[in-house]
């Protein structure tokens, strides 16, 4: 059997990470078809989460694995955050779709989500840690938001020069 094929991420400023992703209306073979993918393009580019919205994909569906051995992936179809914890913490962040940027950014230290998983059924998780954190990254980018947002503007600025500058230098080469 061949590996999944993989799907081109979306780089910051692309405009469309900042779509606002649709419900699922039904864990069909498309939305099936998709999960292994997005798994395996996460994977390939050694990431712990990715969002449907990070491969042009605009429907509320992300997937992590936060694990050391990469074999615990997660699946999260129309996800939502019934609670979140007040204390938070500000920790370094990156993104597969803001290649090389890393910057501090505060989030709930626990959350509980519930979701529909790869099969459809209903879910509720409680996750502290790295997992909470990354849930609240991965469903940012369902709402059309970037970490980097986070930012103060002059940063912001600074970091899509950046790549906006690393982009055309790829592309010439």
Not at 4 to 20: A, C, G, K, M
Not at 66 to 72: G, I, L, M, N
Not at 74 to 87: K, Q, T, Y
Request: glycine share 6%.
């Amino acid at each position: 059997m061949n590996p999944p094929e993989l799907l081109p991420i979306l780089r910051y400023p692309d405009p469309r990470l900042h779509t606002v992703a649709k419900t699922v209306a039904a864990v069909d073979d498309r939305i099936r078809a998709l999960i292994p993918r997005m798994l395996a393009t996460m994977y390939d580019a050694n990431g712990i989460g990715l969002a449907a919205t990070q491969v042009d994909i605009h429907v509320r569906l992300i997937v992590i694995d936060v694990s050391e051995a990469r074999d615990q992936p997660l699946v999260l179809i129309n996800p939502v955050i019934e609670w979140a914890s007040e204390e938070t913490r500000k920790g370094e962040e990156g993104c597969l779709s803001v290649p090389g940027i890393y910057d501090g950014v505060e989030r709930s230290v626990a959350v509980r989500v519930r979701a529909l998983d790869a099969e459809g059924v209903e879910r509720s998780i409680e996750a502290q840690g790295m997992l909470a954190v990354c849930i609240q990254h991965e469903m940012d980018h369902l709402m059309g938001k970037v970490f980097v947002e986070y930012l103060s503007p002059l940063k912001r600025n600074r970091i899509k020069s950046k790549l906006v500058k690393a982009q055309r230098e790829a592309e010439r080469a």
